[in-house]
């Protein structure tokens, strides 16, 4: 069974950085598609960013974009998220899913899900 393990979630000032990371096991890394989303409590699910299968493509929303970079190690079985310029907006639990055979712009179902790591951003 596919398993999910994010870290590298904190608190920070805005304009600050953060790197999450997305440990995966049980499956073949390079064959899911890769993303991150987000959750603020009783507010819905929303989509960060997508990687695809082999790294050479991504997808951000337009509220991340020029400040986050998603990108993987398929050697490493590692997903990453990089969040620059951080905002007080940002703030929320940030999951990493993985997808078999679905990627696109916006997705919001995957296959597996981590558990979630809390990003605050404040001062």
């Known amino acids: 069974q596919v398993k999910l393990v994010e870290s590298g979630g904190g608190l920070v000032q805005p304009g600050g950085s953060l790197r999450l990371s997305c440990v995966f096991s049980?499956?073949?890394?390079?064959?899911?598609?890769m993303g991150w989303l987000r959750q603020v409590p009783g507010k819905e699910r929303e989509f960060v960013a997508a990687?695809?299968?082999?790294?050479?493509?991504?997808y951000y929303d337009d509220s991340v974009k020029g400040r986050f970079s998603i990108s993987r190690d398929n050697v490493k079985n590692t997903a990453y998220l990089q969040m620059n310029n951080l905002k007080p907006e940002d703030t929320a639990v940030y999951y990493c899913?993985?997808?078999?055979?679905?990627?696109?712009?916006?997705?919001?179902?995957?296959?597996?899900w981590g558990q979630g790591t809390q990003v605050t951003v404040s001062s």
């Open positions: 049980g499956g073949s890394f390079s064959s899911y598609a």
């Open positions: 899913a993985a997808n078999r055979l679905s990627y696109g712009n916006g997705l919001l179902e995957f296959d597996f």
């Open positions: 990687i695809s299968w082999g790294g050479d493509d991504a």
